[in-house]
């Protein structure tokens, strides 16, 4: 498939080290992503064109190289998107069918990367928080495990009265601004001449004698 729209554990780096066999729910998964995209290039929302752009680019587009192993990775954006829905809610999609699709979806694939162990380690203030996180993850992932899970939810949310799918149906086309260009923050790596240069200004600042480097620059 394509691999901005793969499920998530297809596309970061794994402890095997090998690929990953692509299965029938990550399939699902890459529904939500195209579904997710679609909503947000072609029907109404509130992120104008330059948040869009941005959006677009860092949870289905980016692409990083880890820069030991060389290994490919899509970063953190796609994941954080699909646990905490952040981006359904930044948008406010106009259309209510479509914003309950998306919601609906979210909350059963996130607990396919929730990890309750792992975020409430031992900690007995947040015991009741944990089992209740592990019951959640566990109702989910057994909801995927049903081949008829995806095909129920759009039958029920298609039929549901109480859902607007006309309000705001029609098509938006959103106008794109340039990708984002990231400028990377990593301090370059001072050469030993430079650190001569350096320790050679700090020691004649201490002894009373300014070098002409130092003159040059105003107190």
Not at 82 to 90: A, C, N, Q, V
Not at 150 to 166: K, R, S, Y
Not at 185 to 205: D, F, M, N, Q, V
């Amino acid at each position: 498939g394509t691999w901005q729209f793969l499920a998530i554990r297809l596309v970061q780096p794994n402890e095997t080290g090998k690929p990953l066999i692509q299965d029938r729910i990550d399939d699902v998964e890459s529904f939500y992503h195209v579904f997710l995209w679609m909503a947000l290039r072609y029907t109404a929302h509130e992120l104008n064109s330059a948040m869009l752009t941005h959006r677009l680019h860092e949870i289905f587009d980016a692409m990083y190289k880890d820069p030991e192993t060389g290994e490919a990775d899509i970063g953190t954006a796609r994941s954080s998107n699909i646990m905490s829905g952040y981006l359904s809610l930044k948008a406010r999609f106009a259309n209510d069918g479509i914003l309950t699709v998306l919601r609906r979806m979210q909350a059963i694939l996130s607990q396919r990367y929730n990890d309750p162990e792992e975020y409430f380690r031992n900690d007995k203030k947040f015991e009741a928080e944990r089992k209740a996180a592990k019951v959640k993850k566990a109702e989910g992932l057994k909801a995927l495990e049903d081949s008829n899970w995806l095909p129920n939810l759009l039958n029920e949310v298609l039929d549901d009265e109480m859902i607007d799918w006309v309000t705001n149906e029609t098509r938006v086309d959103h106008v794109l601004g340039k990708p984002p260009k990231y400028v990377s923050r990593i301090p370059k790596r001072k050469t030993e001449s430079s650190l001569h240069s350096e320790g050679s200004r700090k020691a004649a600042r201490k002894s009373g004698k300014l070098t002409p480097h130092d003159r040059s620059i105003p107190n």
